[in-house]
């Protein structure tokens, strides 16, 4: 197994929102695990034998940016606890303006009131307006323009008035 089947497998668990997936082969045990809540941790353990060196690098390489992605996590959130996050209530894609030659509905630093439309989403050849559902300053927008977007993806982070 190689470094790009365990990163399409760690996605994969991560998308399926299993919260814990085991998978052994001759001399290959990974264990992946998801926390629940807000914790999400992603745990990759490989034991291979001492006369099957080529493959020690595969598994410290996909271990080091687990390890470190919970610690980061905790940090950014500290700093983001008071803001509030607009949602794609939706799958499709995300677009900032209403057409191409128009000004974006939403920059960083706009105040926005409930009801303000954010952004539209594309689905199925409809374009749906999304409203705000809070008051309050655009802080970050979380998504590229004409990027695709899944239902519950953030895509707005908003300071609350």
């Known amino acids: 197994m190689d470094i790009k089947e365990i990163q399409n497998l760690i996605k994969f668990v991560a998308k399926s929102g299993a919260s814990e997936v085991k998978l052994e082969m001759d001399d290959?045990?990974?264990t992946i695990k998801t926390g629940t809540g807000?914790?999400?941790?992603?745990?990759i353990v490989q034991q291979i034998p001492m006369g099957n060196m080529p493959q020690a690098p595969v598994a410290a390489q996909p271990a080091a940016p687990a390890a470190?992605?919970?610690?980061?996590q905790p940090e950014k959130k500290a700093e983001d606890s008071n803001l509030v996050t607009?949602?794609?209530?939706?799958?499709?894609?995300?677009?900032?303006?209403?057409?191409?030659?128009?000004?974006?509905?939403?920059?960083?630093?706009?105040?926005?009131?409930?009801?303000?439309?954010?952004?539209?989403i594309e689905a199925m050849k409809l374009f749906n307006e999304i409203e705000s559902e809070i008051s309050g300053k655009i802080v970050k927008v979380l998504v590229d323009d004409a990027s695709p977007v899944e239902f519950d993806q953030?895509?707005?982070?908003?300071?609350?008035a």
């Not at 953030?154 to 609350?160: G, H, K, Q, R």
């Open 28 to 30: 290959i045990k990974i």
């Open 38 to 43: 807000s914790d999400k941790e992603t745990t």
């Open 68 to 72: 470190e992605t919970p610690a980061a």
């Open 86 to 120: 607009i949602k794609s209530p939706i799958i499709g894609t995300f677009y900032r303006k209403p057409s191409p030659d128009k000004p974006v509905f939403a920059e960083v630093g706009d105040s926005i009131s409930v009801g303000d439309t954010v952004c539209v």
């Open 154 to 160: 953030p895509l707005f982070l908003v300071e609350p």
